[in-house]
């Protein structure tokens, strides 16, 4: 029986735990810091200009949905990263910055989410699509349904997505690492002791997918069951 728990807990810590993680440390960072030389949109704004990217601009996005859009070149900030002043809402805007200096360079990794994203939406789409229509499906080819085959090939498509957003990571931990932290650090944008926990946020951004691509895990080992 303490096995079972055990084995429980630490499928809770893997599934669950980079999500709470990630929230977390963006939470914790998000106290309002007065002496920072302005907001997360602020400073969007100004490192869009440094780095010359004239075509990019700033606007709103909902709460949480930050991201870079590569086809209107537009850096999408939820309301508080856009307005507030703190260690997650710069550390935020810069990531995203990051993403669109990426892609202006035209670098290799900049590629990787416009690449393999809509393989991981078109897959996910799939298997939801194959989750109901798997007994019509299976009568058209003349296969017999069963149920341990049927959920075989929604688990399947559904790693198959996991491992597609895990090909993303490398995108992300360039705009936080290869990007956002030397723009912050040589900019002198931060005091020097805010850098650790700005690093920790950073890895928060770059570990968005990480926790994404687990959650999806649990979604397509229920999916069968239902």
């Known amino acids: 029986m303490i096995v079972y728990i055990l084995l429980l807990l630490v499928l ?20 309002p810091r007065p002496d920072l030389p302005g907001t997360g949109g602020e400073l969007a704004r100004h490192l869009l200009k440094r780095y010359e990217l004239q075509d ?22 939820s309301p508080y990263v856009l307005n507030e002043r703190s260690l ?9 910055v990051g ?24 897959i996910q789409r799939l298997a939801v699509i194959m989750l109901f229509a798997w007994p019509i499906v ?8 069963t ?10 498509l559904g790693l198959v997505t996991v491992f597609v957003q895990l090909a993303i990571l490398p995108e992300e931990w360039d705009a ?33 997918y990480v926790a994404s691509a687990l959650m999806n895990i649990l979604l397509f080992w229920r999916l069968p069951r239902r």
């Open 12 to 31: 809770i810590a893997i599934f669950f735990g980079p999500q709470l993680w990630v929230k977390k440390v963006l939470k914790q960072h998000q106290a």
């Open 56 to 77: 990019v601009k700033v606007e709103a996005a909902e709460e949480g949905k930050d991201h870079y859009d590569i086809q209107a070149k537009v850096v999408r900030l």
């Open 88 to 96: 997650t809402a710069v550390a935020v805007a810069a990531h995203e």
């Open 99 to 122: 993403h669109a200096i990426a892609h202006h360079r035209q670098e290799t990794v900049a590629r990787l989410r416009t690449r393999y994203l809509p393989y991981a939406m078109m």
């Open 138 to 145: 299976s009568a058209a080819l003349r296969l017999p349904y």
């Open 147 to 156: 149920p341990v085959l049927h959920g075989l090939v929604i688990v399947t």
């Open 176 to 208: 936080s690492f290869n990007k956002a932290l030397p723009m912050l650090t040589k900019g002198r944008y931060l005091p020097s002791q805010d850098i650790p926990k700005v690093r920790r946020i950073l890895t928060a951004c770059a570990m968005t």
